[in-house]
Each structure stands twice: as C-alpha cells, then as structure tokens.
Antibody
Framework: EVQLVESGGGLVQPGGSLRLSCAASGFTVSSNYMSWVRQAPGKGLEWVSVIYSGGSTYYADSVKGRFTISRHNSKNTLYLQMNSLRAEDTAVYYC??????????????WGQGTLVTVSS | DIQMTQSPSTLSASVGDRVTITCRASQSISSWLAWYQQKPGKAPKLLIYKASSLESGVPSRFSGSGSGTEFTLTISSLQPDDFATYYCQQYNSYPWVTFGQGTKVEIK
C-alpha cells in the first residue's frame, strides 16, 4: 500500500527552526516528484516546495531562502527544513507524491499532515 | 502567477441534488486542472485530473469538464459522504501550481 506519514510538527517560537519528515512506503521517494503543501487554520491549500526525481528543487516565494526540501534515499524519507519561522507559517503541512501528466504533475497521494504552530 | 477562482464559496444542497462547482483561471491552462475533495481534519483526496479524467476508485457521480480558463466539477446525485470542501488546482505553470480558494458543500 502506498502511504506517507509525516512527523516533526509542533510549537516553535518566531525565528526558530523545525524539521519535518515524511516517511514513504509502497513506492520509492527518489524515483518520484515529491512536494510539501500547507494549509493555514481555516484556509485553503498552498504549495510550498517540490523536489524532482532528478534532484531539482523549487520553492514558493513565501518560503524561498528559509525552507529547504531534501530526501534521504536509503530511508525513503522526504524532509522540510524550516528556518526563520514566522507566525504566518502556522499551518498543517502535508507531504504529497505527484503523478506526471504531460505538461505537469498533480498530487495523487497525500500524508495525514503535521501541524506547525509558530507562536511566542 | 495564475490565479484560480472558485464559485460559489459555499453551496447548500440536499442529498440527491445535482451540484456544480466552477473554477476559473486567470489565463489559459489548457486542460491541466485537478479537483480534490477534503473533509475536516483530513488530507485532500484526488478526484479528477486533466480536467475530466476520473481518478481510479472515485465514484462515477463525479465528473469534470472544461478547458482553457473555465472548468466545472459536477456531482450528479449528491450523497451524504460528499459533504466536504472541494478545491481546484492548476498545474499548467508547474512547478508553481496554484489552488482555488475552495468550495464548501453543506447540507441544506
């Protein structure tokens, strides 16, 4: 069964750091496009970052320079290192596997999400 | 950035109703559009991709249509399990994908 399980969320002070993990099973992370998507409380979905199978990475302007996406191939795990956290980064963070479809890719498998709260 | 606008924001309907949700893109995205269903406290679930292709395992009462800038998600006969929030997502400008703001389908 294809599954994603996130961990690492919690309460952090503004300016602090946190690393999220997403353990995959049933498929190989390094062979797929993988992404982080977040959802602020009561709000809609926002794309955060993506890592391609070839290793290229991309970020939303709102997190560029502060967040880093990476993967550990032997652990089959995706990560999101979040630095210089701000109150507006408070959200549930989902990791998601993408399926390619001609022009681009969409999310066909999602984790259950992990809540990050940035507050003093 | 391509902006995605859904309407309505909230929809009240009864079991058995035919329901239509609209998603408009700020510029043409061809057919590179997906629809997701999200229930409270749960992750989104893929329903439709490439504007009109039904994801495996999704009931056939869900259908999608459109191309260019205007798209619709239709539920032919609303079931109790369908009360949820629905999001459209463009992937024409990949990797910079964007979502609509969501449409909440409530019980009338």
């Amino acid at each position: 069964e294809v599954q994603l399980v996130e961990s690492g969320g919690g309460l952090v002070q503004p300016g602090g750091s946190l690393r999220l993990s997403c353990a995959a099973s049933g498929f190989t992370v390094s062979s797929n496009y993988m992404s982080w998507v977040r959802q602020a409380p009561g709000k809609g979905l926002e794309w955060v970052s993506v890592i391609y199978s070839g290793g290229s990475t991309y970020y939303a302007d709102s997190v560029k320079g502060r967040f880093t996406i990476s993967r550990h191939n032997s652990k089959n795990t995706l990560y999101l290192q979040m630095n210089s956290l701000r109150a507006e980064d408070t959200a549930v963070y989902y990791c998601a596997k993408l399926r390619s479809d001609g022009s681009g890719s969409y999310y066909n498998v999602w984790g259950q999400g992990t809540l990050v709260t940035v507050s003093s | 950035d391509i902006q995605m606008t859904q309407s309505p924001s909230t929809l009240s309907a009864s079991v058995g109703d035919r329901v239509t949700i609209t998603c408009r893109a700020s510029q043409s995205i061809s057919s590179w559009l997906a629809w997701y269903q999200q229930k409270p406290g749960k992750a989104p679930k893929l329903l439709i991709y490439k504007a009109s292709s039904l994801e495996s395992g999704v009931p056939s009462r869900f259908s999608g249509s459109g191309s260019g800038t205007e798209f619709t998600l239709t539920i032919s006969s609303l079931q109790p399990d369908d009360f949820a929030t629905y999001y459209c997502q463009q992937y024409n400008s990949y990797p910079w994908v964007t979502f609509g703001q969501g449409t909440k389908v409530e019980i009338k």
